[in-house]
């Protein structure tokens, strides 16, 4: 897309102008679509900054091969983007889950950038459809920012298998790494640092403690800091004793001779 920037763009003098050209009808073959930025125009936004945006653009709407930087329309920094008919109805799709947030990971990534690149250059912009219609708007430097909290304290548990045991203080480190690979750092003071370490790289522990958690800036909570005050080992169990376990659980539906059949009609009489 950046290639095909440039046939449209001519530098003159340090600045970048657009090439003036009327704006084009729809046609059967392609269906235009407008990336509007709040910000520049087409002979002051710097060439780097728009490439930028180009490149997010082409992983946001996908389908490259059927996707075309077409122009810069004159006034504000409006990027025409041509798609083919036959594209089209996928990267609708693809839009409309951005904008629902469940969109494929390097869309929503494109997404950010965009949103991201719009408010450090203090703007907002916006995908608009071939019937004018605002597909996707990117609040950029309108975006609410979430307050940051924190810390906080809070008592919890931990599950992990010791990784890290030491340090040179009363109150040492203890790192632990649950079946995810999650890694927590923990502190503990020596006497029960020195326990934990006999279970070191083999066995699952569950510390009890106080959680230091602050909220960033995304919303979400995060944990900087645990003291651990006890701990106890977690039963070694391999998947077959586990499986037994669940089917010791006492339940009524083993009773039914057709446990499958019955919720189905359970199902049926709920929808009735």
Avoid at 106 to 134: F, Q, W, Y
Avoid at 153 to 160: F, M, N, R, V, Y
Avoid at 195 to 215: A, C, N, P, Q, S
Avoid at 251 to 262: I, S, T, V, Y
């Amino acid at each position: 897309m950046v290639r095909a920037a440039a046939r449209y763009l001519c530098i003159t003098g340090g600045e970048i102008m657009a090439r003036k050209r009327k704006p084009r009808a729809q046609t059967g073959r392609a269906r235009e679509y407008k990336f509007e930025i709040g910000a520049y125009s087409p002979g002051t936004i710097p060439l780097a900054t728009l490439s930028e945006y180009l490149k997010d653009l082409a992983a946001l709407f996908g389908e490259d091969k059927f996707v075309h930087f077409d122009r810069l329309e004159e006034g504000s920094t409006t990027a025409i983007v041509a798609v083919e008919v036959e594209a089209e109805p996928k990267v609708r799709k693809r839009l409309r889950a951005v904008k629902r947030k469940d969109g494929p990971p390097e869309a929503m990534r494109a997404a950010k950038n965009i949103d991201d690149r719009l408010r450090m250059d203090n703007t907002d912009g916006a995908v608009i459809d071939p019937v004018e219609s605002n597909l996707l708007y990117f609040p950029g430097v309108e975006r609410k920012v979430e307050t940051e909290y924190g810390p906080l304290k809070q008592a919890g548990t931990i599950d992990g298998v010791p990784i890290v045991v030491g340090g040179e203080d009363e109150i040492v480190s203890v790192h632990l790494e649950d079946q995810q690979g999650h890694r927590y750092i923990c502190r503990a003071d020596r006497g029960i640092a020195a326990d934990i370490g006999k279970y070191l790289f083999t066995h699952t522990i569950r510390v009890e403690g106080v959680g230091r958690w602050v909220r960033r800036a995304d919303g979400q909570w995060y944990m900087v800091g645990f003291r651990i005050r006890s701990f106890r080992e977690l039963p070694s169990m391999s998947v077959r004793d586990a499986v037994q376990r669940f089917r010791d659980i006492p339940a009524d539906w083993k009773k039914l001779a057709d446990p499958l059949g019955e919720l189905r009609r359970f199902k049926q009489k709920r929808e009735m």
